[in-house]
C-alpha cells in the first residue's frame, strides 16, 4: 500500500514535470503558507481529476476576492465596501481602539465575543530591517484617526513577538501623545494549559501581563 502511494506521487511528479501549466499551478499553490509542492500537487490532481467544476468555481471566486475586495478607508482590514461592517457600526463603543497587525487577528478577536469596541489594522510590526518604518506601518493613518476620533483606550493586540513589542511600545508613546490609556493583551497559558508544558516565553509573559484577580 505504501508503496503504490511513493509510486502514485512519483508517477504524478514526473507528468507535474512535462506539463508547463500544472508547473505553474503547483509554484502558485507551493506559495500559500503551509503548502508545500507536494501537497500543492493533491490539490491541483484532485481539481483536475476529480472536480473540474469545484476548480472553476475556485478559479472565479479567488478572481473576484483579488479584484474586489480592498483595505477599509478607517481600520484597513479587508471588505468589499469603502468602510467595513465594524466601522460602520454604530452599536460598537467607539471609545475603544483595539490594534492588531492582521485582519485576520479581527477575525479571531470577534470569534471569542468579548470585544464590542473599534479596531484598526496595522500592515504587519515595525521592523526597520525588512524597510518597515512607521509609515509603512500605517501609524500615520492611526494618529490622523486619533485626533478626528474620541478614543479613551488604546488596546495593544500586537503578537508577543519582539517585533510585535516594538510596535506596541510605539504606539503607547504615540498614545501618550494624546493622553490615550493604553492597556496591553495579556499573552498566557492556553486555557486547558499546564504551566509545565508552557514554554518559559510564554509563561514570562502571562507573568508580566498579570492583572487584578477579582
Ligand atoms: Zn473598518
Redo the contacts with the bound molecule.
Keep these: 500500500y505504501i508503496c503504490n502511494i511513493h509510486k502514485d506521487n512519483y508517477r504524478l511528479l514526473i507528468l507535474s514535470k512535462k506539463i508547463k501549466m500544472i508547473e505553474k499551478l503547483n509554484k502558485a499553490f507551493s506559495k500559500l503558507p503551509g503548502v508545500g509542492a507536494k501537497t500543492a500537487q493533491r490539490f491541483i490532481y484532485h481539481l483536475l481529476e476529480r472536480d473540474r467544476p469545484g476548480g472553476l468555481d475556485l478559479a472565479k471566486a479567488l478572481n473576484e476576492a483579488m479584484e474586489n475586495v480592498k483595505n477599509?478607508?478607517?481600520?484597513?482590514?479587508l471588505?468589499e465596501k469603502t468602510?467595513?461592517?465594524?466601522?460602520?457600526s454604530t452599536s460598537r463603543d467607539k471609545s475603544q481602539l483595539c490594534i492588531v497587525e492582521t485582519p485576520s487577528d479581527i477575525h479571531v478577536i470577534e470569534q471569542s465575543g468579548v470585544y464590542s469596541g473599534?479596531?484598526f489594522?496595522l500592515s504587519g510590526y515595525l521592523s526597520p530591517i525588512d524597510g518597515i518604518g512607521a509609515a509603512e506601518l500605517g501609524l500615520d493613518e492611526l494618529e490622523g484617526l486619533l485626533t478626528k476620533e474620541k478614543v479613551n483606550e488604546i488596546i495593544l493586540a500586537t503578537n508577543a513577538t519582539i517585533e510585535g513589542e516594538v510596535t506596541a511600545h510605539y504606539i503607547h508613546n504615540l498614545a501618550k501623545k494624546y493622553q490615550i490609556k493604553t492597556t496591553r493583551i495579556a499573552h498566557g497559558i492556553p486555557l486547558g494549559g499546564e504551566l509545565e508544558y508552557t514554554d518559559i516565553n510564554t509563561i514570562a509573559h502571562a507573568l508580566s501581563g498579570r492583572k487584578d484577580y477579582n
Design positions: 477599509c478607508e478607517r481600520c484597513r482590514t471588505t468602510v467595513c461592517e465594524i466601522c460602520s473599534k479596531y489594522v
